[in-house]
């Protein structure tokens, strides 16, 4: 979209440091091959399920996460990555962090 604010797409071995607005995880490695399996960005964030914003109801980890959405990035599934999740639970945002870097996925950063 128009409004959306333009990104770089970076190897996640290359972020240093944790992002501070949100961001994507995309599923392409850094070799330009589509990550698999093909759920896979479905599974992270039925993972991340359970981290809800306080006072999101009983029967909210039924639903996905606000803050780790499944998606698309043009012809790629990915993750879209709110890092307010950290107010929830730091180990969550670190997890995702890690998950991206330990299968060598992309990540896009708003710039």
Same mark, same amino acid.
């Given at each position: 979209?128009?409004?959306?604010? #333009?990104?770089?797409?970076?190897?996640?071995?290359? @972020?240093?440091?944790? &992002?501070?607005?949100? /961001? $994507?995880?995309?599923?392409?490695?850094? +070799? %330009?091959?589509? /990550?698999?399996?093909? *759920?896979?960005? =479905?599974?992270?964030? %039925? @993972?991340?399920?359970? /981290?809800?914003? #306080? +006072?999101? %109801?009983?029967? !909210?980890?039924?639903?996905?996460? &606000?803050?780790?959405? &499944?998606? %698309?990035?043009?012809?790629?599934?990915? @993750?879209?990555? *709110?890092?307010?999740?950290?107010? @929830?639970?730091?180990?969550?945002?670190?997890?995702? $962090?890690? /998950?991206?870097? *330990?299968? =060598?996925?992309?990540?896009?950063? !708003?710039?």
């Amino acid at each position: 979209m128009a409004s959306d604010p #333009p990104s770089q797409t970076v190897p996640a071995t290359a @972020v240093e440091h944790v &992002p501070s607005a949100p /961001f $994507l995880i995309v599923g392409i490695t850094s +070799g %330009g091959r589509p /990550f698999r399996p093909s *759920d896979w960005a =479905d599974r992270l964030a %039925g @993972v991340m399920a359970g /981290f809800q914003p #306080p +006072g999101a %109801g009983p029967r !909210s980890h039924l639903q996905y996460s &606000p803050y780790a959405v &499944p998606g %698309g990035h043009g012809p790629h599934k990915c @993750v879209r990555v *709110d890092p307010a999740i950290a107010e @929830v639970e730091p180990m969550a945002l670190t997890f995702l $962090l890690n /998950f991206a870097r *330990d299968n =060598d996925l992309q990540l896009s950063l !708003s710039s």
